[in-house]
């Protein structure tokens, strides 16, 4: 089932949000661009999750970080911080991406679980290195057409903007911001980013979800191998204690997931309000699509709401006749 509630915004966005409403995913880029991309190139045998990142970013250097491998940058156990304002300070791509292969590190790799934007931006250039093609570019042909999710993309064109609900006013960019990413330094990234960037709709993700409860098909096709998707959606134990699959979170009944999806249950959350949660063993999926940081953000109730709508979803589930 799917189902749409409120308006879109206020002033000029109070129109009754649509079904196929297209919204900033945030974070949720991280797993349905750049670990569905990691998870393909693994296949083909172009990623080694057990390499060093030095060994396709040579210029990733600095104390300790010959030790940081792919599945440091997976689990966000690289050592790398979480976040730095780089679109205060850099003005191209370029410089900021070097900046950030410059970093030191925190903390020594697979010490700690710190959740890194750092990672996931140098994860995309890896994929852009081995794939010859730009994030976007790559994950449009190789992710999204074949699961016909049409809707799905980075800097969406200005058709689709009167379905784009707004986000947040942005006092660096002077402007209320819509249909563009919210995130700041991926919009001073081009707008396309391993961490953020991706604006889709629930039907589309909700093709992507059906992919992975299949195992890797759909419709005929099929994108991963069963084994590829259990790898990545299961605990990898690099930090003890730690719910963190391979670019994928895994329900630990502390955090988003809730308290009543399986043990198997993975997924993943953004920061405007979006999250998708799978559970293999129920053979279901919840998608919650919402711009809570408009006007601003700091409306925080979504965070403790995420867990109860799972909650109550499970619930309505394990009733059925």
């Known amino acids: ?134 994030l976007d570019v790559f994950c449009r042909e190789q992710i999204f057409k074949p699961l016909k999710m049409n809707e799905t993309g980075y800097n969406p064109p200005q058709q689709f903007f009167s379905r784009i609900p707004p986000t947040e006013f942005d006092s660096w960019r002077g402007r209320m911001v819509h249909g563009e990413v919210h995130d700041e330094n991926a919009f001073a990234l081009g707008g396309v980013s391993s961490h953020a960037g991706l604006f889709s709709t629930a039907r589309d993700l909700a093709k992507f979800l059906q992919m992975l409860l299949n195992g890797g098909a759909y419709e005929g096709g099929r994108l991963l191998k069963p084994e590829t998707i259990a790898l990545f959606t299961s605990p990898q134990n690099v930090v003890s204690g730690s719910s963190r699959g391979l670019g994928w979170d895994t329900a630990d009944g502390k955090n988003s997931a809730g308290h009543l999806m399986s043990g198997r249950a993975f997924g993943h959350t953004g920061f405007t309000g979006t999250s998708v949660w799978t559970d293999p063993e129920k053979n279901m999926f919840v998608i919650l699509l919402s711009n809570r940081v408009h006007p601003t953000r700091n409306n925080q109730k979504l965070l403790s709401f995420r867990a109860k709508l799972h909650d109550a979803v499970m619930k309505a589930v394990d009733t059925r006749p």
């Open 1 to 134: 089932m799917d189902e749409a509630f409120g308006k879109m915004g206020y002033k000029q966005f109070n129109r009754t949000m649509p079904l196929d409403a297209i919204f900033d995913l945030a974070s949720v880029t991280k797993c349905v661009a750049t670990t569905t991309a990691c998870m393909l190139l693994y296949e083909r045998g172009l990623l080694d999750l057990n390499a060093p990142v030095q060994s396709y970013l040579p210029e990733f250097v600095g104390a300790g970080k010959e030790k940081v491998t792919i599945r440091h940058l997976l689990t966000h156990s690289s050592g790398l911080m979480a976040y730095r304002r780089y679109f205060l300070d850099y003005h191209t791509p370029g410089e900021m991406i070097k900046t950030i292969l410059n970093e030191p590190l925190e903390n020594p790799p697979g010490a700690k679980t710190v959740y890194s934007d750092l990672g996931i931006i140098l994860l995309g250039k890896i994929i852009e290195k081995l794939s010859g093609q730009p």
